[in-house]
């Protein structure tokens, strides 16, 4: 079991044809063969639907990749939270509220 994992860990990656892109937004359909992750930038992330979502990324996994980058999310995600707290993903509840004006 140990040479497996040796094996297993001994992945080399060349990231030097690397583009780096920012997405606060993504959206995922698919087929029963592959899943599909579009990623973009939402200007209007307040539901505003004047202008459309720039989609610049595109991502086709199969599933088994797809579930294995669901398990890294959700560790990378679960230690983050535990270092910063709670992630909230709802956007209105994330607001601050608005100072109440003085009325003195």
């Known amino acids: 079991m140990a040479e497996q994992e040796k094996k297993r860990r001994a ?3 060349d990231e030097s044809k ?3 892109c920012y ?4 959206r995922v359909t698919g087929s029963p063969e592959e899943l599909i992750i579009d990623f973009g930038m939402n200007s209007q992330p307040m539901n505003s639907t004047e ?3 720039a989609i610049n990324q595109k991502i086709v996994l199969n599933f ?4 294995r980058l669901l398990q890294a999310l959700h560790v990378s995600v679960q ?3 535990s270092v910063f707290g709670p992630i909230e993903t ?3 509840k994330r ?3 608005k100072p109440e004006a003085d009325t003195e």
């Open 95 to 97: 607001m601050a509220p």
């Open 11 to 13: 992945i080399q990656v």
């Open 64 to 67: 088994f990749t797809a579930k």
């Open 18 to 20: 690397t583009q780096t």
């Open 51 to 53: 202008l459309p979502v």
């Open 23 to 26: 997405a606060n937004f993504c």
């Open 90 to 92: 709802d956007i209105q």
């Open 79 to 81: 230690r983050h939270e």
